[in-house]
């Protein structure tokens, strides 16, 4: 194969391979943007996941996902963990980041304002894939560290080894790819 055809929600979309290392790679899945994915996916991560105080997500790629999901919920806002802290954000809260999608450590961080608003509240963690769930961790010590409950976890795709979690919502399994020629790979049982 030299790309990855994936059906959610009766959408269509071509995705090209990533290499993680000279052996394996990832089929690269960016909803950020896609507004017919988004909307023919979120009815049905709401069905899944339920009544919630508010929703979660990391930016950026979650972003437009956790805008619809939070507009068919009835909630007025959802929050968003910042990569970077903003000269407007007092009372900051953070946790640490590795990602495969992203090169090295990264930093989460909460405004103070969103904390108070989700303290004591029952959030969803909402992201586009979950794949080593390094991402989701650091949401879930973020919450932690603001004072929220996450009740429910979220993604329109499971990669790799995520799928057999118990812990987490999801649309559709999304395979690890192994490398068998010149931009030619397999998926990995």
């Given at each position: 194969?030299k790309d990855?055809?994936?059906?959610?929600c009766?959408?269509?979309?071509t995705l090209?391979?990533i290499?993680i290392?000279?052996?394996?790679?990832?089929a690269s899945?960016?909803?950020?943007g896609d507004?017919?994915?988004?909307?023919?996916?979120?009815?049905?991560?709401v069905?899944r996941?339920?009544?919630?105080?508010a929703v979660v997500t990391?930016?950026?790629k979650?972003i437009?996902l956790?805008?619809?999901?939070s507009?068919?919920?009835?909630?007025?806002?959802f929050?968003v963990a910042?990569k970077?802290?903003?000269?407007?954000?007092k009372?900051?809260v953070?946790?640490?980041?590795h990602s495969i999608t992203?090169?090295?450590?990264q930093?989460?961080?909460l405004d103070?304002?969103?904390a108070?608003?989700?303290?004591g509240?029952q959030v969803?963690?909402l992201?586009?894939?979950?794949?080593?769930g390094e991402s989701?961790?650091?949401l879930e010590?973020?919450?932690?560290?603001a004072?929220?409950?996450?009740v429910?976890?979220a993604?329109?795709?499971?990669e790799?080894?995520?799928?057999?979690?118990?812990?987490?919502i999801?649309?559709?399994k999304l395979?690890?790819?192994?490398?068998?020629?010149?931009a030619e790979?397999?998926m990995?049982e």
């Open positions: 194969m990855y055809k994936i059906e959610l009766g959408v269509e979309r090209p391979f290499p290392n000279d052996t394996t790679a990832f899945f960016v909803v950020l507004t017919e994915l988004v909307t023919a996916c979120a009815p049905e991560l069905k996941i339920g009544q919630v105080d990391a930016e950026a979650g437009a956790a805008y619809e999901i507009r068919l919920l009835g909630l007025k806002e929050i910042r970077s802290t903003k000269t407007y954000m009372n900051v953070s946790a640490s980041v992203t090169a090295g450590e930093h989460l961080y103070g304002v969103d108070d608003k989700i303290r509240k969803c963690l992201d586009d894939v979950i794949s080593t989701l961790h650091a010590v973020l919450m932690e560290n004072g929220a409950s996450v429910k976890k993604a329109i795709l499971a790799g080894d995520a799928a057999s979690r118990d812990d987490i999801f649309l559709q395979p690890l790819f192994r490398k068998t020629g010149e790979y397999e990995m």
